[in-house]
């Protein structure tokens, strides 16, 4: 089945640090552009960031350039993201996602999404 | 800038057929489209790419009921035969190079 599972939200205080992880299965990783999305609670789908494969290109939604650090590892068929000087307005369910095809494209497979809160 | 304008909500009737509508803001009007159902409390389902020469790419085991076109900056999500489990939320999306664009969705009811 092809599949991919967040993991590592949590809470954590203003200005705190958390890695999240993205596990993919059922399909070969390497080729694949992939992608961070989030939801804060009660809001719209808001794009976070892309990195293509190989992670040679890596992007970011203007709104955590500066904040956040996208990385893959093919070998363990994961991918990361690093949140870094966490804001209240961060609290969001981060969803990784799949490209379709290429380095821009629709995304066909999406995860279950990890929770992160940020609050004093 | 790259917008995506959809209505808050729709409503249809069980058995209907519904047409969603995503906006592309001005000057976009060849962009592909992607559109997404997403229920609470799970991820969101890839339902089809719809591309400007009129192709269509569909998600794994989405049924024909669910169909795309458009019409200048206009892009459509038709659901036919309604179905209780059709209530969602539903998203555009787009891309261009450095950016990736959602809507804000739509919030489908099934009457």
């Known amino acids: 089945e092809v599949q991919l599972v967040e993991s590592g939200g949590g809470l954590v205080k203003p200005g705190g640090s958390l890695r999240l992880s993205c596990t993919a299965s059922g399909f070969t990783f390497t080729p694949y552009t992939m992608n961070w999305v989030r939801q804060a609670p009660g809001k719209g789908l808001e794009w976070v960031s892309s990195?293509?494969?190989?992670?040679?290109?890596?992007y970011y939604a203007d709104s955590v350039k500066g904040r956040v650090t996208i990385s893959r590892d093919d070998a363990k068929n994961s991918l990361y993201l690093a949140l870094n000087s966490l804001r209240a307005e961060d609290t969001a369910v981060y969803f990784c996602a799949r490209t379709v095809v290429g380095l821009w494209d629709g995304f066909d497979i999406w995860g279950q999404g990890t929770m992160v809160a940020v609050s004093a | 800038q790259l917008v995506l304008t959809q209505s808050p909500s729709a409503s249809a009737s069980l058995g209907a057929s519904v047409t969603l509508t995503c906006t592309l803001s001005g000057g976009h009007s060849t962009y592909a489209i992607a559109w997404h159902q997403h229920r609470p409390e799970k991820g969101p389902r890839y339902l089809m790419t719809?591309?400007?020469?009129?192709?269509?790419r569909k998600g794994d085991g989405i049924p024909d009921r669910f169909s795309g076109s458009s019409s200048g900056v206009e892009r459509y999500l038709t659901i036919s035969s309604l179905q209780s489990d059709d209530e969602a939320d539903y998203y555009c999306?787009?891309?261009?190079?450095?950016?990736?664009?959602f809507g804000g969705g739509t919030k489908l009811t099934v009457l």
């Open positions: 999306q787009t891309w261009v190079t450095g950016v990736q664009v």
């Open positions: 990195i293509s494969s190989i992670g040679y290109h890596v």
């Open positions: 719809f591309y400007y020469d009129g192709s269509q």
